[in-house]
Nanobody, 120 residues
Framework: QVQLVESGGGLVQAGGSLRLSCAASGDTFSNYIMAWFRQAPGKERDFVAS????????NYADSVKGRFTISRDNAKNTMYLQMNSLKPEDTAVYYC?????????????WGQGTQVTVSS
C-alpha cells in the first residue's frame, strides 16, 4: 500500500515555471515506477511523464518534452516535476501515480491531485 500526496500547484503566467512534488509513504518507494498524469476540464486523464526507480530512464509525452523534467529522490520518498515555459494548455489537475513493475497504471496508486492554472 502506497499513499501519495501532491503539492506545488498554483496559478502562474504563461512562460513561467512551477515545481510539483509527490510525497510517498507506506511501502518501499524504490519498488515502484512513478509518473505524473494530468486531466484538463472535460478531457481524459493523460500521461505526462514517468521515471523508473533508479531515475536512469524517463519518458515524456510529446507535448511536454523539452519543457518538463521528472526526477525522484528515493532517500526522501519524493518525486518531482519541474515545469518550465508553461502554456495555457498545460492547465489541468496534475496527479502523481505509482505502480509496481509488471502491473498497469489502473492497478497502481494515485494521489488526490494538485491544480495547475496557466494564464495567458
Amino acid at each position: 500500500q502506497v499513499q501519495l500526496v501532491e503539492s506545488g500547484g498554483g496559478l502562474v503566467q504563461a512562460g513561467g515555471s512551477l515545481r510539483l512534488s509527490c510525497a510517498a509513504s507506506g511501502d518501499t518507494f524504490s519498488n515502484y515506477i512513478m509518473a505524473w498524469f494530468r486531466q484538463a476540464p472535460g478531457k481524459e486523464r493523460d500521461f505526462v511523464a514517468s521515471i523508473i526507480w533508479s531515475g536512469d530512464s524517463t519518458n515524456y509525452a510529446d507535448s511536454v518534452k523539452g519543457r518538463f523534467t521528472i526526477s525522484r529522490d528515493n532517500a526522501k520518498n519524493t518525486m518531482y516535476l519541474q515545469m518550465n515555459s508553461l502554456k495555457p494548455e498545460d492547465t489541468a489537475v496534475y496527479y502523481c501515480a505509482a505502480r509496481a513493475y509488471g502491473l498497469g497504471w489502473r492497478e497502481g496508486y494515485w494521489g488526490q491531485g494538485t491544480q495547475v492554472t496557466v494564464s495567458s
